[in-house]
C-alpha cells in the first residue's frame, strides 16, 4: 500500500475491472457446468442462480497479488490456502458436498498459512488485559480462521450481503492503516485488492443479484478477512483483537445466534434454516434492498466505533458498541432469531391457563 492515495485508487480500480470483465464469463461457466442454487423453501430468490461468484473474486486477487504484492513465504502460504477453499468451494458449488468435506479444507487452509506463513495471534489485548496463548496460539489461530470463515458463510443469504459486509470490513482496515500511516505491511495491499475484488462483484450481486458468490466465494472472503486480522495484529495496525471481531459484529453474532438456536432445537449445527439475523430484519424491512442497507448502516456504525476506539477515543469507541449491542440485544428479544417466540407465548399461556384450572378446581374442592 502506497501513501499515495491515486496509487491506493490504481490498485483498486485495476482488480475492480478484472473482476467486473471476467464476471460474465464466470456466468457462462457456472450455467454450462450447472453450479446453479436451486430456489427451495428457505431461499429467498425464486430462479436458479449461478454461484461460482467466488472464482472472480479469486482472480481479480490473483491479479492483484502478481501486479501489487512481492513473492514472500507468507504470501505464497496466504495463495496456497485460498486456492484451497476455492477448489473445495467449487466443488461444492457445483455439486453440494458434506460439511466435513468443507471442514477439512478449511482446516487444510488454516494449517497452511499458520504452520507454513508463521501467521499466528500469539496474544491479544483489551481493556488493559494481556493474554499470551503460549503453545496454544497456533491451534487457537486455527480456530479463529475456521470460525471467521463460517461466519461469512452463514451470513450469505440475501442478494449484496455478505459481499457488502467483507467490504465494508476491507474499506475500514484500509482507513485505519491511512490515518495510522503504516503503509508497508502485507495487510495494507491486501485490503485495497479486496476492496476491488469485493466491488466488482458486488457489480452483479446487489439487487437483483445476476450471480451468487457461492461457498467457493464466501469461504475465500472469510478466509481474507480473518488473514489480514491476524496481519494487522502483527503489524500494529490492529491494536487490539476486539477491533476486527467487531468491525464483524453482525456476521459474528448471527453465527452465535444460529448455534444456540439450533441447541435449544436439538439440531446439527450444520442444519440450514431461514431464522438468520438477515431473515428477521427482511421479516420486518418487506423486501432485500431495505433489510441490505440496514444491516450495511449497523455494519459501519461498528466500524465506525472500531476506527474511534484504533484512532484515540477508547471510550467513545467503547460507548458506540454498547449502545449497537443494546441495538442488537433488542431485535434479538423482538424476533425468532435465537427461539420461536410465537411457540413460547403459546407455552405461557398454556401454563397460564392451566394454573388458573388448577387453582379453580382447588378452590371446588375446598369448598365441598
Given at each position: 500500500m502506497s501513501s499515495n492515495i491515486l496509487d491506493n485508487l490504481k490498485i483498486i480500480l485495476v482488480v475492480f475491472l478484472c473482476v467486473a470483465l471476467l464476471m460474465p464469463v464466470v456466468m457462462k461457466i457456472a450455467n454450462h457446468v450447472n453450479a446453479l442454487d436451486i430456489p427451495n423453501e428457505r431461499k429467498v430468490h425464486k430462479e436458479p442462480m449461478p454461484r461460482l461468484g467466488g472464482l472472480a473474486i479469486f482472480m481479480g486477487f490473483l491479479l492483484g497479488y502478481?501486479?501489487?504484492?512481492?513473492?514472500?513465504?507468507?504470501?505464497?502460504?496466504?495463495?496456497?490456502?485460498?486456492?484451497?477453499?476455492?477448489?473445495?468451494?467449487?466443488?461444492?458449488?457445483?455439486?453440494?458436498?458434506?460439511?466435513?468435506?468443507?471442514?477439512?479444507?478449511?482446516?487444510?487452509?488454516?494449517i497452511i498459512v499458520v504452520y507454513y506463513g508463521n501467521v499466528i495471534m500469539q496474544d491479544i489485548s483489551a481493556y488493559g488485559l494481556y493474554i499470551n496463548f503460549g503453545f496454544l496460539a497456533k491451534p487457537i489461530t486455527i480456530l479463529f480462521i475456521i470460525s471467521i470463515v463460517n461466519c461469512l458463510n452463514l451470513i450469505d443469504g440475501l442478494d449484496g450481503l455478505a459481499g457488502g459486509i467483507a467490504t465494508i470490513f476491507f474499506?475500514?482496515?484500509?482507513?485505519?492503516?491511512?490515518?495510522?500511516?503504516?503503509?508497508?505491511?502485507?495487510?495494507?495491499?491486501?485490503?485495497?485488492?479486496?476492496?476491488?475484488?469485493?466491488?466488482?462483484?458486488?457489480?452483479?450481486?446487489?439487487?437483483?443479484?445476476?450471480?451468487?458468490?457461492?461457498?467457493?466465494?464466501?469461504?475465500?472472503?472469510?478466509?481474507?478477512?480473518?488473514?489480514?486480522?491476524?496481519?494487522?495484529f502483527k503489524n500494529v495496525t490492529l491494536t487490539?483483537?476486539?477491533?476486527?471481531?467487531?468491525?464483524?459484529?453482525?456476521?459474528?453474532?448471527?453465527?452465535?445466534?444460529?448455534?444456540?438456536?439450533?441447541?435449544?432445537?436439538?439440531?446439527?449445527?450444520a442444519k440450514a434454516d431461514k431464522e438468520h439475523f438477515h431473515h428477521?430484519?427482511?421479516?420486518?424491512?418487506?423486501?432485500?434492498?431495505?433489510?441490505?442497507?440496514?444491516?450495511?448502516?449497523?455494519?459501519?456504525?461498528?466500524?465506525?466505533?472500531?476506527?474511534?476506539?484504533?484512532?484515540g477515543n477508547p471510550k467513545l469507541g467503547q460507548i458506540i458498541y454498547v449502545i449497537l449491542l443494546v441495538i442488537i440485544v433488542w431485535i434479538v428479544a423482538t424476533t425468532?432469531?435465537?427461539?420461536?417466540?410465537?411457540?413460547?407465548?403459546?407455552?405461557?399461556?398454556?401454563?397460564?391457563?392451566?394454573?388458573?384450572?388448577?387453582?379453580?378446581?382447588?378452590?371446588?374442592?375446598?369448598?365441598?
Open positions: 502478481m501486479l501489487f504484492c512481492s513473492q514472500t513465504p507468507q504470501m505464497i502460504s496466504i495463495l496456497i490456502g485460498s486456492f484451497v477453499l476455492i477448489i473445495v468451494g467449487m466443488i461444492d458449488d457445483i455439486n453440494p458436498v458434506r460439511p466435513l468435506f468443507k471442514f477439512s479444507g478449511q482446516l487444510v487452509a488454516a474499506i475500514t482496515i484500509s482507513f485505519i492503516i491511512s490515518i495510522m500511516g503504516i503503509y508497508n505491511g502485507l495487510d495494507a495491499s491486501l485490503s485495497l485488492i479486496m476492496i476491488g475484488a469485493t466491488l466488482g462483484f458486488l457489480l452483479y450481486n446487489f439487487h437483483p443479484a445476476k450471480i451468487f458468490m457461492g461457498d467457493s466465494g464466501s469461504m475465500f472472503l472469510g478466509y481474507m478477512i480473518a488473514v489480514i486480522s491476524l496481519l494487522g487490539s483483537f476486539l477491533v476486527p471481531v467487531l468491525i464483524l459484529a453482525i456476521p459474528i453474532l448471527d453465527t452465535f445466534f444460529a448455534i444456540v438456536r439450533r441447541l435449544l432445537k436439538g439440531e446439527s449445527f428477521q430484519i427482511l421479516k420486518r424491512a418487506g423486501n432485500q434492498v431495505k433489510t441490505v442497507l440496514i444491516i450495511y448502516l449497523i455494519q459501519i456504525l461498528f466500524s465506525i466505533a472500531s476506527i474511534v476506539y484504533v484512532l425468532n432469531i435465537v427461539f420461536d417466540r410465537t411457540k413460547l407465548i403459546e407455552k405461557v399461556e398454556n401454563f397460564k391457563s392451566k394454573k388458573i384450572t388448577r387453582s379453580k378446581q382447588n378452590k371446588k374442592i375446598v369448598k365441598k
